[in-house]
């Protein structure tokens, strides 16, 4: 179950990074990249934003709630690409996705990775492309025209707070005088109480030196440049006439977080180890009502399998949504808990993904995006607490420290790789040459008991950085494969060194559980709030052979299809080899060849022509293939 409350302060869990001393203990740390954004390679599709595109007319509005979809800010209504769009990290956003600015790059990397974490630079933009405030058919628009401009903004959230030496900044653009104007400014403060909730901004905008046909407005950030620091996030932007101080209220409905998953303990499991037990009695919506009054309102959500067949379906029916400003998140039970009342087929006989659209309906509703929600349910090759995206960096800062985490193995299997997440930093290469073994705990009666593998002395693992992939993680393969029989086990890593290895957490889902950690006193509980991105992977191939470092399988490729849903373009990152001249074939849900040529890395493909659904992507070259990926087609 995701947990969306508020986590204590971090203090003592930050204060490695901030020089203190402290004996070994579970500890998180900023992190210094952002394991969601794009490769290098993806930059060029990046630049098609660039291109010259309309003026914008007003009303203008943006709530990021496509924040499931794509990590870049979209390019109907944006500039440039520089923030992190996501709903992992703000605290109660007024919808679901926001802007978050950060001392990352776009491609996820530091501006500085060598900056001072007491230092504080320029950082993220975002500039929105020009708007016509000079007139709007034969309205010509003038200060009498009562133009405002509003935006919510929050400080830290879950991410890491900025300190006084950080701001975020406005500036409106005066295209007769080349001029960016700064309108209003916040220093960075640590939040406490109902502080750290999002805080309404209202701006008028009277200087005519703005009434112009190129207008533009830029949100920036001051930031300490090492890493994914001094988090603020922005959300609900909107510009139109006829506006006042007082025009605060946003007559919509909409969720404000991802809905739990269908499956009661994992993100994602291997199809093998399914059964019908796994299903969750019911999942967790997460629904605001941002109108003054009770709205009624519908809720459903329906599940389709790879080729868009609906596998199930629930409808809540109406019921009363009240005020989130008095009553918090929705809790009409068949809407904010809705039951589960079937299973997905079993056994399963390969990797399996399974889209869910969650959708809310009141009349009359301002924005209508932010009512659709679209989930995947995957089933693979390995085990997950996680969502595959990392908030913090977790450590054990002593020589010979242990974690494990605890997963249950329902039918017999074998072990073959772990995939772990590492969080680049700046004594990476110190990093990169400490060593790691992979272990294996039966469980015990509080936690890990009996070693049941271990890898030898002279078969070691290092961190391995996979620069710019896109939610990928490396896998680290055993000395040999192990069988396991049914049963609970903990899968976990002991250092070999004393350096912090900062392995990636997940602070959306929180499994603290069935995470365990040894510092050299005994294992104990994990304190912290949150999952640790260590995954099992089982089911060993006959051709795969021992490795002494973190490798890929050469034969199945793994690649990812990204935006995904997509509108118009889609693009393809392969790990661990290039897909030059690969074939590439899109194939309709009735299974007929919709696209076939082949494939340049250099290009996006173009999907502008099909119309919206499900699709099938097959991609095969030389030395591989591929697993079949779905691709959904929504505009």
């Known amino acids: 179950m995701m947990n969306k409350n508020p986590l204590p302060p971090l203090v003592i869990i930050v204060a490695l990074f901030l020089g203190l001393s402290l004996k070994a203990q579970e500890e998180l740390r900023p992190l210094h990249a952002n394991n969601s954004l794009i490769s290098l390679a993806g930059e060029k599709a990046l630049q098609s934003r660039k291109a010259a595109l309309p003026v914008l007319d007003l009303p203008f509005f943006e709530d990021f709630s496509y924040s499931t979809v794509s990590p870049y800010p979209s390019a109907d209504l944006w500039a440039d690409s520089n923030v992190f769009i996501n709903h992992t990290l703000p605290l109660a956003p007024p919808s679901i996705g926001v802007a978050t600015f950060d001392g990352l790059n776009k491609l996820g990397y530091p501006y500085n990775i060598n900056a001072s974490s007491t230092s504080s630079g320029p950082a993220d933009k975002l500039t929105s492309r020009p708007i016509n405030l000079q007139k709007k058919g034969a309205l010509a628009y003038s200060p009498a025209d009562s133009i405002y401009f509003s935006f919510y903004y929050q400080a830290g959230g879950r991410g890491y707070e900025p300190s006084p030496a950080d701001s975020l900044i406005l500036d409106f653009y005066k295209p007769n005088q080349k001029k960016w104007q700064k309108v209003w400014a916040q220093k960075g403060y640590a939040p406490v109480g109902s502080d750290s909730l999002f805080h309404l901004v209202m701006l008028p905008v009277k200087d005519t030196a703005y009434f112009d046909s190129l207008f533009q407005f830029r949100f920036r950030s001051r930031a300490t440049l090492s890493g994914s620091l001094d988090h603020w996030h922005v959300d609900y932007i909107s510009m139109d ?83 989130y400003s008095t009553n918090g998140l929705h809790n009409v039970p068949q809407h904010s808990r809705p039951p589960v009342p079937f299973a997905f087929p ?93 272990m294996v705990w039966k469980s015990g009666p509080n936690g890990p008991g009996s070693l049941i593998y271990s890898d030898s002395t002279n078969f070691e693992h290092h961190p391995v950085y996979l620069q710019g992939k896109y939610n990928l993680m490396p896998l680290f393969y055993l000395s040999n494969c192990i069988l396991l029989s049914p049963g609970t086990y903990y899968f976990g890593i002991k250092q070999k060194s004393n350096h912090s290895l900062n392995i990636g957490f997940d602070r959306n889902n929180d499994h603290s559980n069935a995470l365990f950690y040894d510092t050299g006193s005994g294992w104990q509980q994990s304190a912290l709030k949150g999952s640790l991105m260590i995954n099992p992977v089982l089911g060993c191939l006959e051709e795969l052979m021992p490795v002494a470092v973190a490798s890929y399988d050469e034969k199945i490729a793994e690649t990812t299809l990204f935006p995904n849903p997509a509108q118009n373009t889609v693009r393809i990152e392969c790990r661990g080899g290039q897909i030059e001249n690969a074939t590439i074939t899109i194939l309709s849900a009735h299974g007929q060849t919709v696209y076939s040529a082949t494939y340049n890395p250099e290009e996006t493909i173009d999907i502008s022509n099909l119309p919206n659904g499900v699709y099938v992507v097959l991609i095969n070259g030389k030395q591989f293939s591929a697993t079949p990926k779905k691709l959904v087609i929504s505009r």
């Open 241 to 323: 006439k006829n506006r006042s101080y007082a025009d605060s209220i946003v007559e919509d409905n909409t969720f404000q977080y991802m809905s739990t998953g269908f499956l009661k303990n994992y993100a994602c499991m291997p199809y093998r180890q399914y059964n019908p037990s796994e299903m969750a009695p019911a999942i967790g919506n997460y629904m605001r009502n941002n109108f003054t009054i009770a709205k009624n309102t519908s809720y459903n959500y329906t599940v389709y399998d790879v080729n868009q067949a609906t596998v199930a379906s629930y409808n809540g029916g109406h019921a009363n949504m009240m005020p």
């Open 346 to 438: 079993a056994p399963m006989t390969g990797i399996g993904i399974y889209t869910v659209k969650h959708v809310i309906s009141t009349t009359p509703d301002f924005r209508r995006e932010n009512d659709t929600l679209w989930q995947t349910q995957r089933f693979s090759d390995y085990y997950a607490y996680d969502d595959g995206t990392a908030e913090w960096a977790y450590l054990l800062n002593a020589y010979g420290a242990k974690c494990a985490i605890r997963y249950t193995i329902n039918v017999p299997d074998t072990l073959r790789a772990l995939r772990i997440y590492f969080d680049p930093t700046k004594d990476g290469t110190t990093i990169l040459n400490s060593a790691f073994n992979i």
